[in-house]
């Protein structure tokens, strides 16, 4: 059977997050109903895998089987290569619970700074997955790389956008027209993946 998603199918998104939902509604050009998992009463599962498409798998797998239907889940990230990958899948956890990424960020900064490197080469990635409730699934990848930046600038985005400018660029995610960021995201490039993929 080939996996093949018809425009106006219902989809569960997995996560609790009502801004994530309707970001995943525009990036599907509204093509889907979308149905948030928090707001079907959904639990949330651990995050137990040590990828970004594992994590993604889980998250779809697990709304997929307790709603009976089709689920999309997403994991993402900041990875820096100095740090061997990290914040890595542990991106959001370094905000500490109060989701303060003024904090986090600076943790990354002391982290480089005790390596003594002075690479700063980094990437956002982005996995997003798509189950089936009787058990197939797809997942795929989107990556953009760039270097970090202290002190951040500009506040125009969210999470590590101000440490963070892209290959190509000179403005940090945090200052560059959202418009800008999206184009060419780590997540706009896992969409257009997943759009080739399923669509
Ligand atoms: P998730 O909700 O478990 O996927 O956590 C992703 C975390 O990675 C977020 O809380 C952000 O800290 C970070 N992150 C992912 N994408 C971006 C981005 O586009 N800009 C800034 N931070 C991001």
Do not use: C
């Not at 928090?38 to 040590?50: A, K, Q």
């Not at 797998?61 to 689920?71: E, V, Y």
């Not at 890595?88 to 904090?103: E, H, L, N, V």
Request: glycine fraction near 12%; charge should be negative.
């Amino acid at each position: 059977m080939p996996l093949i998603l018809e425009p106006g199918t219902t989809l569960v998104a997995a996560t609790h997050n009502p801004g994530k939902a309707k970001e995943l509604v525009a990036l599907l050009d509204g093509r889907f109903e979308i149905l948030a998992a928090g707001s079907l009463g959904l639990p949330e599962p651990d995050e137990t895998e040590s990828t970004f498409t594992g994590n993604a798998l889980l998250k779809a797998r697990h709304a997929a089987q307790l709603s009976g239907r089709i689920a999309l889940a997403d994991d993402s990230g900041l990875s820096v290569a100095a740090l061997d990958g990290a914040p890595g899948i542990f991106s959001a956890r370094w905000a500490g619970p109060t989701k303060d990424f003024a904090q986090a960020m600076a943790k990354v900064e002391a982290r480089l700074i005790e390596t003594g490197s002075d690479d700063r080469s980094a990437w956002f990635t982005s996995a997003l997955a798509v189950a089936w409730p009787d058990g197939p699934a797809v997942v795929v990848e989107g990556r953009v790389d760039g270097r970090l930046v202290f002190p951040g600038r500009g506040d125009r985005g969210f999470g590590y956008d101000p440490i963070f400018v892209p290959d190509g660029h000179g403005q940090t995610f945090g200052e560059m027209d959202p418009v800008h960021k999206d184009a060419m995201s780590h997540r706009a490039r896992a969409f257009a993946l997943l759009k080739a993929a399923l669509f």
